[in-house]
């Protein structure tokens, strides 16, 4: 056993001398260390009811190694930690079943719905397959020429030219990365009080955006976030990915911050992003106790944090020598005094230690810009924490050691832990994860896949595949397709395909069945017909940018902040944080870019249900209040867009009503009017009212913002 330190208030109390055999082999066990607690000064021998009490309430930590969990043939059993099965694809004999059946995930589709007797809608038009396409892959509009171009393709190709080319347009990887920056709680501030910026951070999106359009494998790329230092420490983008581990929100405390305390939040935030990012359990339920639901331990949950134990964070300097000479010498006296100032804090409390704070924060303002870094993480063996079990999580109650080990309930009886550190932690978890045996990692991603397409995942809980969590709708089609996703090299580009040219993703919305499908199953679990979903908050904006022509798709780099109003920049601990990028042209590039900042959302995007950063967002709600038609009709950012949606307008149809409806309907509705639309738009444009209302009207349309 040995002593914690990781408290150092109050002395100890005062303890009596005993005699038994077994305070005695205690007195041998590294116990010294204990006689120097009281204030540096020698303690009695301690009797053993005050030695149990201390190790009861944690002042002394035992070196004993938490036994190895067991679990029972019944929670073994649960559906997600089975291996995958390889299900027959269903077969019909039906003609026109045969006809609607393009791939085997139609197959499955339709024999579920034949089991509840219901039919799938007819296929959708073109105009509505290639809008749906062109937002489900590139987050943004088709131009109306788009349409019209593939409207009248008659090539056995034409859809498959369509799904390619969205493909392999730059802004995919723009679009399909927002969905896992979602998944992974990306920011580039630490939250809390002080919200403080993160230097390089950016870098993690261009990352992930580039992995995408590459179309990277996705064991790979899980591989590169986890460990991504590990596998090449000189290769910059790998040292970019695995800035993963720094993403969750930190609490600082100006210059007062309690190690230990920092660190255990660290390590827990490293933790819980395994288990709901990439395996889709909520693991994170066992750091205080057993889970109360499924089959983790709590020795489980710091066994997979063990293997974070040796990683810290590392900033790599991109700047020259003599600009980082040149930074130095700048900052040598401000540092001098920054130095001085901690210094001199030290066991202040109170309201001498707030003013302290604030000369803390005064000097560090004054230190020159930070110099270019990649935000990333290194192992340093020597600082590696031990990891112990934390009684109700707390990091001051130390428990029993741990090593590291993957989820018991996926081993075998008995299958020991790692005693010490291997070389490369973070890739052993990271091989564990992506072994095509295990149960869970392509099942999590084909499902989240399945809900990025659908709207809801055949596991509804996409980040919950425990008990708690929704049973698959359709089990042997899950694990039909996360078969098919490990069999085609973790490709996502060939699933994509796979999806789009499925009758299952082609029906239209509208059923000649409608009201009795709808009876039987109204969540349209069973994929009956395409459900109607509302633009995200990212979608909204930019397709709003693209309508009015001011979209700039300029890719890549440092983060944009836009104006928003003084109130709320006026709400931030620090408002000098929120910089307005400088040229106005950056102000209209693609919400991805704009800053993830945890204290301070763009409105718009907050209004239309953004995540707030703070977990993983595994699924976005679409809620519907007044905000947003306030947002939508008097907010600052819609009637600039009205603006220049109106000059747009002018510019292409000229001054006639009717041309100027059309063009207005079919760039913010991908159709033309119909005619009772048509008439009442010319009577508005020709009641003199400003083209700009006319424009703000048709961005509010319902047309406008819904995707069939």
Not at 541 to 565: C, Y
Not at 611 to 616: A, E, F, M, V
Not at 657 to 679: D, F, S, V, Y
């Amino acid at each position: 056993m040995r002593f914690n330190t990781s408290e150092s208030k109050g002395g100890a109390p005062h303890i009596d001398a005993a005699n038994t055999a077994m305070h005695k082999r205690l007195l041998t066990m590294e116990f010294k260390a204990m006689l120097l607690y009281n204030h540096g000064q020698p303690m009695k021998s301690p009797s053993l009811a005050i030695l149990i009490a201390l190790i009861l309430s944690g002042q002394i930590i035992a070196e004993t190694t938490a036994p190895l969990g067991t679990y029972t043939a019944v929670e073994r059993r649960h559906w997600s930690f089975q291996k995958r099965q390889t299900p027959p694809v269903p077969a019909f004999t039906a003609a026109a079943d045969k006809a609607w059946v393009k791939t085997p995930i139609d197959a499955f589709i339709l024999a579920r719905l034949q089991k509840e007797e219901l039919r799938p809608a007819p296929e959708a038009d073109r105009r509505t397959l290639i809008r749906r396409a062109s937002f489900l892959l590139r987050g943004l509009p088709p131009a109306p020429e788009e349409i019209r171009a593939f409207e009248s393709d008659k090539a056995p190709n034409a859809w498959e030219k369509v799904v390619d080319g969205y493909l392999n347009s730059p802004q995919y990887g723009e679009r399909w990365a927002q969905h896992w920056l979602d998944v992974v709680r990306y920011a580039e501030t630490d939250g809390f009080e002080y919200d403080t910026h993160r230097n390089g951070a950016w870098r993690f999106r261009d990352y992930v955006i580039r992995s995408f359009n590459e179309d990277k494998p996705y064991d790979r790329f899980v591989m590169e976030q986890l460990a991504g230092d590990e596998l090449d420490s000189k290769a910059e983008w790998l040292r970019v990915a695995s800035g993963l581990q720094r993403l969750g929100p930190l609490r600082k405390n100006a210059g007062n911050q309690e190690v230990a305390s920092s660190r255990s939040e660290v390590l827990t935030e490293m933790t819980n992003i395994v288990g709901a990012a990439f395996l889709g359990v909520t693991i994170g339920c066992a750091r205080c106790h057993d889970h109360k639901f499924d089959a983790f331990r709590q020795s489980d949950y710091y066994r997979i944090q063990a293997y974070f134990a040796a990683t810290h964070e590392k900033d790599i300097s991109l700047a020259s020598e003599a600009d980082q000479a040149a930074w130095n010498e700048k900052a040598k006296v401000t540092q001098a005094e920054i130095k001085k100032i901690k210094a001199a804090m030290r066991g202040k409390q109170g309201e001498e230690l707030k003013a302290f704070e604030k000369q803390l924060e005064a000097a560090t303002d004054q230190l020159p810009a930070p110099l270019p870094a990649l935000f990333s993480v290194e192992n340093d063996f020597k600082r590696a924490t031990p990891i112990h079990l934390l009684e109700r999580g707390e990091y001051t109650r130390p428990k029993d050691k741990v090593g590291a080990r993957p989820l018991g309930v996926l081993l075998p009886d008995g299958a020991p832990e790692r005693e010490t550190l291997p070389e490369n932690p973070r890739s052993k978890l990271a091989e564990w994860i992506v072994d095509p045996d295990n149960p869970l990692t392509a099942r999590v991603m084909a499902n989240r896949l399945w809900y990025w397409y659908f709207g809801r995942g055949i596991v509804a809980t996409p980040n919950d595949f425990g008990k708690m969590g929704m049973r698959p709708t359709h089990p042997e089609l899950l694990d039909w397709l996360a078969n098919q996703f490990v069999a085609g090299g973790w490709k996502l580009k060939l699933m994509h395909k796979l999806l789009l040219t499925s009758s299952t993703w082609k029906q239209a919305y509208d059923s000649p069945q409608f009201e009795a499908a709808a009876a039987k199953d109204p969540e349209n679990k069973l994929l009956w017909h395409s459900s109607r979903r509302r633009l995200e908050a990212e979608e909204m904006r930019d397709t709003m940018l693209a309508v009015a022509g001011r979209l700039n798709l300029k890719m890549g780099g440092p983060s944009i902040m836009v104006p928003v109003d003084k109130e709320l920049t006026g709400l931030l601990y620090k408002p000098s944080q929120w910089d307005v990028a400088k040229d106005p042209s950056d102000h209209t590039r693609r919400s991805v870019y704009l800053i993830a900042k945890r204290n301070l959302r763009v409105p718009m995007m907050e209004a239309f249900d953004a995540p707030d950063l703070q977990i993983s967002c595994a699924r976005r709600e679409s809620s519907t209040h007044a905000p947003q038609a306030l947002e939508l009709t008097n907010g600052e950012f819609a009637n600039q867009m009205a603006e220049a949606f109106a000059a747009r307008l002018t510019n292409e149809a000229g001054a006639d009503p009717k041309r100027i409806a059309t063009r207005a309907w079919e760039l913010a509705t991908g159709r033309a009017p119909n005619a009772k639309e048509l008439a009442l738009s010319a009577q508005f444009l020709n009641g003199q009212r400003p083209l700009r209302e006319f424009a703000l009207a048709v961005l509010n349309l319902n047309a406008f913002a819904y995707v069939e």
